[in-house]
């Protein structure tokens, strides 16, 4: 028997889209919110602890007691190399590392039309052509791809990918 979701970790929570989504979503989970910044007007289902994604064991304290996450922390666009090494790739090894040890068993994983970029915008591409990333940004996004490959096939932690735009 498949366990129900109730409780959701959403890192990244005080950006666009995960302002957005904390809306869609109230009244549907305990949602736990984590962000580098504070976050202001919490509703009744929600609760704040705030987490540097470079910080492993503050990342597995956010982990704790969730059924899932979705992970929208991190830089949002092109920055230099070594500021998306630490934040964006490292972040999101700790993100995918630390749900594996708590026992969470679902990642949703902001990827990014950047992971594909490099292809000519006018034609059609599918799931199955490999990555083109467009900037460093785009490296870091395939990297979370993988890695969400890797946590599937290696510890059946499931992962969806998806690339919002709003």
């Known amino acids: 028997m498949q366990k129900t ?39 009744s289902n929600e609760e704040q602890l705030p987490c540097d994604l470079r ?12 059924d899932a996450v979705v992970h929208l922390g991190g830089i949002p666009d092109e920055a230099a190399f070594t500021d998306l090494l630490s934040v ?43 990555p083109r990333p467009d900037t460093f940004y785009g490296v870091s996004k395939v990297l979370g791809e993988a890695l969400a490959s890797l946590y599937w096939d290696k510890f ?3 992962s969806v990918c998806e690339d919002w735009q709003f």
């Open 55 to 66: 910080d492993f064991d503050g990342v597995l304290k956010a982990m704790e007691g969730m």
């Open 88 to 130: 964006n790739m490292l972040g999101t090894h700790h993100i995918y590392e630390a749900a594996r040890l708590q026992g969470v068993k679902r990642v949703v994983f902001a990827s990014s039309n950047h992971a594909v970029g490099f292809y000519p915008i006018h034609g059609h591409i599918g799931s199955e052509v490999p």
């Open 156 to 158: 059946g932690l499931e």
């Open 5 to 43: 979701i109730q409780n959701v970790l959403i890192t990244g929570a005080k950006g666009n889209i995960g302002s957005v989504l904390r809306r869609g979503l109230t009244g549907c989970f305990r949602l736990r919110l984590s962000d580098v910044e504070p976050i202001s007007e919490l509703t």
